[in-house]
């Protein structure tokens, strides 16, 4: 059915519509009503999220700074909240095949120390966080995915619109058809996390990331275990680098122990690696069954999993957030401090600031234009000051490799607390999709078989991520040329699709004399971590909504 013969949206009208239910979303939220209030005015705030509900689709560590929620919920600490668990012990490795070395904590720059940190689920905070937005009066909608933008006359953003309901595989209307509503605003946020998609489209019409280094991203990938109780050490924080990767492929590990005899134990490898044979997974199940953690999981049982692309330019590749009509906040724009391993801090001091521009935008009578002002203030917020001590830490560990990188990088954050840096400002070069090197000049990786323990497949590990799509829906893995995979990734990068997926979603199939191949999208299987749109050479696959509520269902992660 075309355009023109589809029914009309219904329409709804807010002053501000936020895309993402995140920790930026929710706090830009919570701070334009905590505004509205403090000015005794009437301000209409709705939160949009693809998730069946609020944290459905939240993925991260995570080791929560409080210094976000601090700034925004003052005197949250007197009430019932999510962050039971206080960081009790801080321990960080470097691993060899079977030893482990730890650094002593005196030697790593202050910023790093998570004393003070909660271990959680950044789920529950952002369920906690939606509770706390709608006793202030804002709408939340879960299940409601956005997949379009809609401008103005002068090509500002004037709204967006959610995805239609009920579409077959083929693309035409089921009986149960329901067109997508058009939300209007007089400002649009996106906080959609790394890679949004709408976020991917702003930043390209309006030429956002002009001048700035390309993002970088990593891939995270997690497992939830409910531990034997003798081997549960509540508040234990735990990181690592090094084996089973090699020094020039850049990454590390958590395990972090939570409150109810839980943990969780997660592994980042940056997306800019260059042998297409690897897997991320693979690499992940390898890295529990070394020495330092494998006696921990004994005895438990795993109980989620899920994987989601992480941003880490950091400050050197964070686009200019504001456009006509709207801003990018949280991982939309990619505010993660990659050495810390953390971001949901600096994402509610994202759409904290952003609200605060946009309200008083409102007040002035102002709609549909350019919040200017954003740029320069979380540069000189607690933001900037978080981000510039670490931004040479990525770049200097993609130059230099894991061992000596690590050391230059570490370097550069003690220089930094004294107010000056030996390397100036890096450049991170190549984005990642640009870094795989041909499959002729690689080794092919032979990864052991899971044993169903402590190590597992992609398969059985999708099944407790809960993950759900309707299967007569168009496939939300979009490819623009449908050839290019077998044509071109498979004989030159033995297409990487294969293995960097952490969901099982992309198969090449042959008959069985082994001729014949094809490329095969399981999309139902979509964990939505977003790494195909980034890491896939060809740049062929972008990543759309599915239809709303379909994906994980991620129980605390």
């Known amino acids: 059915m075309s355009e023109a013969e589809l029914p009309e949206r219904d329409i709804m009208e807010f002053d501000v519509v936020i895309v993402g239910a995140g920790p930026s979303g929710l706090a830009a939220a919570i701070r334009l009503k905590q505004l509205a209030a403090e000015a005794d005015s009437e301000l209409s705030v709705v939160v949009l999220e693809k998730g069946s509900e609020v944290g459905a689709h939240i993925l991260s560590g995570a080791v929560i700074d409080p210094v976000g929620i601090d700034a925004l919920l003052p005197g949250w600490r007197e009430e019932d909240h999510p962050l039971k668990t206080p960081v009790a012990d801080d321990r960080f490795y470097f691993l060899g095949p079977a030893g482990a070395l730890r650094l002593p904590n005196f030697t790593l720059p202050p910023l790093m120390n998570n004393h003070g940190c909660f271990v959680a689920s950044l789920g529950n905070v952002c369920r906690w966080l939606a509770g706390k937005a709608e006793e202030l009066g804002v709408e939340i909608y879960p299940g409601f995915a956005a997949a379009e933008m809609l401008y103005g006359e002068n090509g500002e953003v004037i709204g967006v619109a959610t995805g239609d309901m009920g579409v077959d595989r083929e693309g035409a209307p089921k009986d149960s058809f329901t067109r997508g509503m058009a939300l209007m605003a007089k400002y649009v946020f996106l906080a959609e996390g790394a890679r949004g998609s709408l976020a991917k489209q702003a930043i390209a019409r309006y030429g956002l990331d002009k001048g700035r280094e390309p993002q970088k991203f990593g891939i995270g990938i997690k497992e939830l275990w409910q531990l034997d109780p003798k081997k549960h050490q509540p508040g234990l924080v735990q990181h690592s680098f090094g084996w089973p990767l090699d020094n020039s492929t850049g990454g590390g590990s958590f395990l972090y122990h939570l409150e109810d005899g839980q943990a969780v134990v997660g592994f980042v490898l940056h997306l800019n690696y260059t042998n297409p044979y690897l897997s991320p997974f693979e690499e992940f199940q390898r890295f529990k069954t070394h020495p330092l953690v494998a006696d921990t999981f004994e005895g438990g049982k795993r109980i989620a999993y899920g994987a989601r692309a992480l941003t880490e330019g950091g400050w050197q590749s964070v686009p200019k957030l504001a456009f006509p009509g709207g801003a990018l906040i ?74 000596l990188g690590n050391a230059f990088g570490g370097l550069d954050m003690w220089t930094n607390t004294l107010g000056f840096s ?136």
């Open 330 to 403: 949280g991982c939309s724009a990619g505010f993660m401090n990659v050495p810390r391993i953390k971001g949901s801090h600096n994402a509610v001091l994202s759409g904290k600031l952003a609200a605060e521009h946009a309200f008083a935008a409102l007040a002035e009578g102002r709609q549909g234009d350019e919040l200017t002002g954003l740029d320069m203030a979380w540069r000189a917020s607690e933001i900037g000051k978080d981000l510039y001590p670490v931004r040479n830490a990525k770049p200097l560990w993609s130059k230099y490799g894991t061992i």
């Open 422 to 557: 030996l390397f100036g400002t890096q450049r991170h070069g190549k984005p990642d999709h640009a870094t795989l090197k041909p499959a002729s000049e690689c080794k092919p990786i032979v990864y052991p078989k899971p044993d169903g323990k402590l190590t597992f497949d992609r398969l059985s590990s999708v099944f407790i991520s809960n993950t759900n799509h309707e299967e007569d829906q168009p496939v939300h893995l979009k490819l623009a040329d449908p050839d290019a995979p077998i044509r071109d990734n498979l004989p030159k990068y033995a297409e990487p699709a294969q293995r960097y997926c952490p969901a099982g979603v992309y198969e090449v199939m042959r008959d069985d004399d082994g001729s014949n191949p094809r490329f095969v999208i399981n999309a139902q299987n979509c964990v939505h971590c977003k790494t195909c749109d980034i890491k896939d050479p060809a740049q062929n696959i972008t990543w759309v909504p599915p239809e709303g509520g379909g994906g994980p269902n991620y129980p605390n992660m």
